[in-house]
């Protein structure tokens, strides 16, 4: 026993690690003993064990089939080791553990052997939060997560599953800790009869209850509650992709909140750029504050311009509060209203009203997220309170056109992308340091290649936009993430790009755009499990997000699950069945799954709802030639041609339909033009499902390597 008790003491808090081998009573006797060898030797080498030992302040408590580890200085050290020991097994799959963290009373016991023990609370909650999980599970309770949610590195990796009741009627709230390589992401075979209750009690939940005076419940306008997501979403759908195929379960934290949108009450209804901007503003900077999970704009503007019911609102999204209201601007003046609001029941908690300067604006961003967190009993540390004051420029006018870029940009469409990068060089000009002004510039670039603006142009500007975005303020995470997108689908440096997608996420773990676009990387690479993650961490964050969805199914489109990738497509059409992607990408499914007619009836429909989206052509014309339609699928070629004629048209497009029809040397022909512009599309044609067909020539590997995939 390394540790002791204080002398004297009777009760001291304890930070318990509890260690179970699942399936050990099935195992032979001999079995037994080198599974239980084995884990030992694994234990005593982890760092935080030998730290912890050799500082005096461990405790080991040997069971049957597993151990406790006592730990008396912080409650990371058990979860630290917990990771270690997780993290040392993957080199022994035959040993299957559940771990359990808690903190709680322990004191000093004689045991049978008249030996100096320790028991309590602490080590038998400790056991009985681990009794909750399955094989590979990592369960913290509320009290430890908690503690490590004041860290920005844990705050990502935990996610509550919901309170259960322990013996003698005592109740706990769990949460699984688990990251891209360790701990088990699935919910415990136990809290699906708790989910099934709580599924249970929302949908018989009084709606009709402490409604707010400007708010009429209208249960039919849920079903357009993503609408002005829609054009995020359709957009992006041509960019992006590659997640795990189910959502995720998602229980309501009590430090979650969505920020509605501001309502423009300002004469000039031009200004909604303005209160657009005060609620994204809001977003990021509440976003900086560990502890407190924030939902992405996307989920959040879905209720822009709605009258709908605040439990609603909440139980959609999945948060336990909403920030809203309203901004005026006459000339230099600003009025700013806030509000926020327990969704449950709709009452107020707090709200304030700012008579400020326009230049002041940082200031009131600040002051509403820093009365947020001391609402709902968040301690700010020194370093959010310093990300929350920092002004990202000082000229007032830059930040005004800098708004107006973001404004366009949100479009997503040819002509947005064109004006936003116009205010985004104004913007510049006003201030040749204003840092996000680079970095907007980057995503617009990286949004608008190989769609609107051919590859080589679009990416070398966004890298150099990207880069002095970096090199002004290296905290920007979405600078290294439109670097990330650069270095992936232009550079084909695949180090290079995971590196900015990982230092993305470091810097802000709620970047629903960095996990999108670390889905896409990740499935391109073929690690769909890692991309799965990925995907399913952004559907949390942005629960009615289309994209969100859409990237779940692409990631099992491209992994050869065709039932998931339906499932998911099919969810994603039922927030907007005229998404035209979202159609073309359910057709793609169907296609693979068998299902020929349905899916060139989805293509079809892809093709009707956007007549100019040029992406859509290659997908129908690639179904049609592998459905025997092949007058059909030559049609579209000319199609192309033409489209052709009056814009900029992906090479990589021909090379799919050549592929459709058995036509191989037109396809290496295009795909060596595709090559030749630097096609974003290659970056993950290896995984394309209808890339197969060509696989066996010799001439793909030579295309494969020549862009950095040197295992195929």
């Known amino acids: 026993m390394a540790a002791k008790l204080k002398s004297g003491s009777h009760l001291e808090i304890a930070h318990v690690l509890f260690i179970d081998v699942v399936g050990y009573s099935k195992l032979l006797v001999n079995e037994q003993r080198e599974v239980v060898e084995q884990l030992n030797r694994t234990v005593r080498k982890t760092p935080q064990f030998r730290k912890s030992e050799g500082a005096g302040k461990l405790i080991r408590i040997p069971v049957g089939d597993g151990m406790a580890l006592v730990f008396f200085q912080t409650p990371e050290e058990p979860v630290q080791c917990a990771m270690e020991i997780a993290r040392a097994l993957k080199n022994h799959p035959q040993i299957r553990l559940r771990m359990g963290v808690h903190s709680g009373p322990v004191d000093q016991v004689k045991d049978v052997n008249d030996r100096s023990n320790v028991a309590g609370a602490g080590i038998?909650?400790?056991?009985r939060v681990m009794d909750c999980g399955d094989a590979g599970h990592i369960l913290v309770s509320k009290r430890v997560?908690?503690?490590l949610a004041q860290d920005r590195l844990w705050q990502p990796h935990l996610h509550e599953l919901g309170e259960v009741e322990?013996?003698?009627?005592?109740?706990?709230?769990?949460v699984n800790l688990y990251t891209e390589e360790l701990g088990n992401p699935r919910p415990p075979e136990k809290f699906a009869?708790?989910?099934q209750k709580q599924d249970a009690s929302i949908?018989?939940?009084?709606?009709?209850?402490?409604?707010?005076?400007r708010r009429a419940l209208a249960v039919a306008a849920i079903l357009l509650l993503a609408a002005l997501a829609i054009a995020f979403g359709s957009f992006l759908f041509w960019k992006q992709g590659k997640p795990k195929t189910s959502a995720p379960t998602s229980v309501i934290r009590e430090k979650s909140i969505a920020v509605l949108p501001f309502v423009n009450m300002s004469a000039d209804k031009n200004d909604e750029y303005l209160s657009d901007g005060v609620s994204e503003e809001l977003i990021t900077a509440l976003s900086k504050i560990a502890g407190l999970q924030v939902k992405a704009r996307t989920s959040s503007f879905a209720f822009k311009g709605?009258?709908?019911?605040?439990?609603?609102?909440g139980e959609l999204l999945h948060v336990?509060?909403?920030l809203e209201g309203s901004v005026a601007r006459a000339g230099n003046k600003l009025r700013i209203t806030a509000q926020l609001i327990q969704a449950s029941d709709g009452n107020h908690l707090w709200s304030d009203t700012y008579d400020r300067e326009m230049q002041d604006i940082f200031a009131v961003r600040s002051e509403v997220a820093q009365q947020v967190a001391e609402t709902l009993k968040i301690r700010l540390l020194g370093e959010d309170k310093k990300r929350l004051d920092t002004k990202p420029t000082e000229n007032i006018e830059a930040y005004n056109l800098y708004r107006q870029g973001r404004y366009y940009a949100d479009k997503f469409s040819q002509d947005g992308f064109k004006k936003a990068l116009g205010f985004y060089q104004q913007a510049i000009e006003k201030d040749s340091r204003f840092a996000l002004a680079y970095a907007g510039m980057a995503d617009t670039y990286v949004l608008a290649a190989d769609l609107y603006i051919p590859p080589r142009e679009a990416f070398s500007k966004a890298k150099e936009a990207a880069l002095k975005a970096i090199e002004l303020d290296e905290t920007l995470a979405e600078a290294h993430a439109s670097l990330g997108f650069v270095h992936f689908h232009y550079d084909w440096d695949w180090a290079a790009a995971e590196k900015e997608f990982k230092r993305a996420l470091t810097l802000n773990p709620q970047s629903v755009r960095a996990h999108t676009l670390y889905t896409e990387y990740l499935a391109g690479m073929g690690r769909f499990n890692e991309a799965y993650d990925q995907g399913r961490r952004a559907l949390e964050l942005d629960p009615l997000s289309?994209?969100?969805?859409w990237s779940l199914g692409w990631a099992s489109l491209h992994a050869g699950r065709s039932d998931d990738a339906i499932q998911q497509f099919s969810k994603a059409a039922e927030l907007d069945p005229n998404n035209a992607s979202v159609r073309l990408y359910l057709g793609r499914a169907y296609l693979f799954k068998g299902m020929q007619q349905r899916a060139i009836e989805e293509m079809e429909t892809a093709q009707r709802l956007d007549p100019d989206e040029p992406i859509v052509l290659p997908f129908l014309g690639y179904g049609y030639a592998v459905t025997g339609r092949r007058a059909e699928a030559l049609k579209v070629l000319q199609s192309l041609d033409e489209m052709e004629k009056r814009r900029y048209v992906s090479r990589i497009y021909r090379a799919y339909i050549y592929a459709g029809l058995g036509d191989k040397d037109k396809a290496f022909e295009w795909l060596e033009k595709a090559y030749q512009e630097r096609s974003d599309s290659l970056a993950w044609f290896r995984e394309d499902p209808e890339s197969k067909s060509l696989q066996a020539d010799p001439r793909f590997a030579v295309l494969m390597r020549k862009i950095g995939f040197t295992e195929l």
């Open 124 to 127: 038998n909650t400790a056991q």
């Open 145 to 147: 997560a908690d503690d």
């Open 166 to 174: 322990l013996k003698h009627g005592q109740k706990v709230g769990i």
């Open 193 to 195: 009869p708790l989910k």
């Open 203 to 213: 949908t018989a939940r009084d709606t009709s209850s402490t409604l707010r005076d």
């Open 306 to 313: 709605k009258n709908e019911d605040i439990q609603k609102i």
């Open 320 to 322: 336990s509060h909403l």
């Open 546 to 549: 289309i994209l969100a969805r």
